[in-house]
């Protein structure tokens, strides 16, 4: 049967995955049996368009490179209306990220429930905000929630655990889960300032105008919730992860470490003892010899300790276009 | 339904999975639905036995551990007449590995799938040397060939790039896939000559009395076999694959790497090019910056480069019980 998907949020996330789609139309189909059917779409710059006998991609990819409002199949529908009224039997839920209050994307994920549809979604807001109350909502209607993308991007960091890593027990989890902070850290390991690395990374697009959610350690923060939440099967508020950023990290600290043979990084760590977890996000001084130490740049890594297998380590990109898009293409497969 | 398991072969492997089994029982049941009865086992050093109603798993372990031959439910069977006549409906192949001929351990896949059983195993004969042949048994029967212990032991390689990584084109793979050799050239790193670092990869069960396995390369290069016919679908031979150990790696090259910033691994390669695979084993003088030069001791990595994901490495565990013990019951998990 035809996957039938609608769209909320038509970013960078939303145009690299219908890239994706576009181009591996045949090879999805012919190895993996997949097919699929784009038949709505909605955001708030582009418009909303919708077409039950589907949408047409190319159509759709080129208004997003011209930067130019949908033209085709419009509706008078906001994204909640399109969720709701749309035969679609998957919503990946691609809107902006927002923290503080999830929304509006929990209420996206809420609506799509209620209307018997899957969701799939690479925004932390939902899965760091109310990751265990949507997961209760999709289990009760036998749907899937989805949310590979939010940690690492598509680096296949929870399908690993969900799948590959089953019938280990996860004890414990570190990683280099910011990419803007780890490039950052790297710059002024080559002489860089904080604030010249901070503009540099600003110019490359990995780090936003006000840089705070990255270098205060708050995205962090919130993948780190996600990870115990998915992985360590538990409840754990984002507001009860202790949370240090790399704001107060001088040239001096970056000197005093190498002499120490050692390597400042942003560390996310969870830890499960006597079935209680705790985590925390905080800057590092780590020995060289150290694995998470080698990754360098935007590259993210995360290494789980588990009971059967000792540690293991996934290391991979922790942003991008093409990356966070196939993060959702895995999601999709899986349902 | 419950799996049925016969296992043949109660080496290492076969202890640490019924170990895992045993503690897991449980916890397995809980979490997956998982539920297992071991009906059969043969080892030409324990015997046989075979109960249709169970075997008891605690007599097996205590036999093992005690080295002494199976007391309970003893049959005047060889393994082949067990895979026969058994109602099992999974075979565990944990028998010898053999890389010239692959047998028994072919003919003991070739038997189950004549008699409509899945096989999971760790060995690396069949999985090196008839691969294509017994995956297409395999298929034509609709049943499973799992294969995930032969490549880095329980470390999710294989499964990673089935699962996770799926709809993923993977271009190339690299790896430090021989825990033995990474050893040894950790230790002679540390000043120790090649025969002195040989002999405490000896003391410590890492290499055998004859290492030449290990040593000239012919344990990795199996392993690169394996990877580029399952990963990349292809058809190579072991013979196909070029193979230089690490014998003829001195102190003096050791030094000279290091003057460099570089390191010695002994490294895996596949790659794909224009729908043609080759591969090799070669050492290589990688600089202290590329993200497999950190890997030491007995730890193995890959890292493989992808169409949409770039490069993601997976760092673990390349041998052991427990770790090849988990390899089989994740397979096991699968089915």
Redesign the interface.
């Known amino acids: 049967m035809k996957q039938r998907l609608v769209l909320v949020g038509f970013g960078n996330v939303g145009q690299g995955l219908l890239e994706?789609l576009l181009k591996?139309r045949q090879?999805?189909q012919a190895r993996?049996g997949y097919e699929f059917v784009v038949v709505g779409i909605a955001d708030v710059a582009w418009g909303t368009a919708y077409n039950p006998n589907g949408l047409n991609i190319e159509a759709l990819l080129k208004a997003g490179k011209a930067r130019q409002k949908f033209s085709q199949d419009l509706k008078e529908w906001d994204a909640l209306t399109l969720i709701k009224e749309s035969d679609a039997n998957v919503v990946c839920e691609l809107a902006f990220t927002n923290l503080q209050t999830g929304e509006p994307a929990i209420s996206h994920c809420k609506a799509a429930f209620s209307a018997g549809k899957h969701v799939v979604t690479s925004n932390k807001g939902p899965a760091a905000l109310a990751y265990r109350e949507l997961k209760t909502m999709a289990d009760e209607k036998g749907l899937r929630f989805l949310i590979?993308g939010t940690v690492m991007s598509?680096?296949?960091v929870l399908?690993?655990c969900a799948?590959?890593?089953?019938?280990?027990?996860i004890i414990a989890a570190r990683g280099i889960l910011n990419g803007t902070t780890n490039y950052i850290l790297t710059q002024m390991e080559g002489g860089m300032s904080y604030d010249e690395a901070l503009k540099k990374a600003q110019e490359l697009g990995y780090a936003e105008a006000d840089p705070s959610g990255d270098v205060e350690g708050y995205d962090a923060r919130g993948k780190v919730t996600i990870l115990a939440n998915v992985v360590m099967n538990t409840s754990l508020k984002i507001a009860e992860v202790s949370c240090k950023g790399i704001t107060g990290i001088t040239l001096q600290d970056i000197e005093k470490a190498k002499k120490a043979g050692s390597r400042w990084k942003l560390i996310g760590s969870i830890k499960k003892e006597e079935n209680r977890v705790t985590a925390s996000v905080a800057p590092e001084m780590l020995p060289l010899?150290h694995?998470l130490?080698?990754?360098?740049g935007a590259t993210n890594a995360i290494t789980f300790t588990t009971d059967?297998?000792?540690?293991?380590?996934?290391?991979?990109?922790g942003a991008g276009r093409?990356?966070t898009?196939?993060s959702i293409?895995?999601d999709l497969?899986k349902i």
Do not use: R
Request: aromatic share 4%; net charge negative; charged share 15%.
């Open positions: 994706i591996k090879e999805l993996y590979e598509g680096t296949p399908n690993l799948g590959p890593l089953a019938g280990c027990e010899t694995p130490a080698g990754v360098m059967l297998l000792g540690d293991v380590s996934i290391v991979g990109p093409t990356e898009g196939f293409l895995s497969l």
